[in-house]
Structure formats: C-alpha cells, structure tokens
C-alpha cells in the first residue's frame, strides 16, 4: 500500500509539473520572446486574417502563382502527406495528371521540365513554398492574365527573385519563394 501511495504522489507531481507547469512556462516564454510565431504567423490585410507564413494555400486563379499540391487540401488538422511509395500506380497517376494540367495551365512546351514540388505534395501537406524555377514557370501565364507589359512583367521576373528565400542557415534545403508572400506583392505591382 505505501508503494502505491508513493507512485500516486510521484504521478501526480509530474503530472502537475509536465502537464501544467511546463506548458504555461513554454508558452509565456514564447508569447514574450516570439510573439509574432507564438500567434501562428499569421497575416492581416486591413486588420482581417488571410492566411499565414507557414501553412500553404491553394491558388486557383490565372492571376496567381499556384501553390504545390496538398494530399490534404492544406488543412492544417490532418497533417499529412499521401504515403504512397514510389512503385504505387495512384502516385503515378497523380503525377501524370499533375504535369500535365500544370503544362497545360501555364501554357508550356509538352518536354518542359516540371520542379518536383509541384508534382508531388509535400509530407506535412501544409508546405507554403516552391522554388524559384517554379515561379519562373508560372510568370507568362500570370503576365498574360494581368495584360502586363513588358515593363512589368520584367517587374515580375524581379520581384521572385527579391522574394526568394536562402536555405535555412544557410546549408538546410534549397532556394524557396512563400507562394502567400509573393502572391500579396504580385497585387501591390503597378
């Protein structure tokens, strides 16, 4: 009986220590340190919520640079990507489809080369990035779309490069764009 007593105790103890202390702890230190991550990151345009810096959206619109596939639909609950393995038929199909609506969509030579980012959906399924390549792709379809000039589209060529990213520390991944990001500048370019 003493050595259930003594566990009870033990468990409570870390159960308030773990499950109470520790978060709180966390959680403040982060509201104070970090308050613009500790909030999700999020974006506001004129006061209202349009997303954020590190989960994905679907973009649709000629207008718009897409964003890389979701085998969730970018919600952010079910993280998660499709699991299939190389040698799965679904995964292949997928790809087939994608290349050839991404071809298709931004009105490009049937060999051209697709980034694989935009074939394949990211593991978390929330991935907000595409490289750069990408974004180069999507550029005459978006330039034809907003009857920019020359002078502007040259603007656009510009401005994804201004808004591509380095690799984390400078070793960790490769170059990347935040499809959100660059797509909130593509409405502000005159």
């Known amino acids: 009986m003493k050595t259930l007593s003594i566990a009870l105790k033990i468990f409570l103890v870390f159960t308030i220590l773990t499950g109470i202390i ?12 970090f308050p613009y991550q500790a909030h999700g990151s999020l974006i506001l345009k004129d006061t209202k919520i349009i997303g954020s810096e590190l989960i994905g959206q679907q973009f ?7 964003s890389r596939p979701s085998a969730i639909g970018n919600n952010p609950l079910p993280s998660g990507g499709s699991n299939y393995g190389l040698t799965n038929i679904k995964l292949k199909n997928l790809v087939n489809d994608r290349t050839s609506k991404f071809i298709k969509f931004n009105k490009l030579d049937q060999n051209a080369v697709i980034p694989s980012e935009m074939l394949f959906a990211s593991a978390s399924g929330l991935d907000p990035h595409i490289s750069p390549k990408a974004a180069d792709l999507q550029i005459n379809r978006i330039a034809n779309a907003r009857r920019f000039s020359n002078v502007q589209k040259q603007k656009l060529k510009i401005l994804v490069e201004k808004m591509s990213e ?7 991944g490769e170059n990347r764009v935040n499809v959100l990001l660059l797509n909130l500048e593509l409405d502000e370019l005159k």
């Open 22 to 33: 520790y978060p709180l702890l966390v959680t403040g230190i982060a509201q104070v340190i």
């Open 60 to 66: 649709d619109s000629t207008i718009y640079f897409s």
């Open 166 to 172: 380095a690799p984390q520390l400078l070793c960790l």
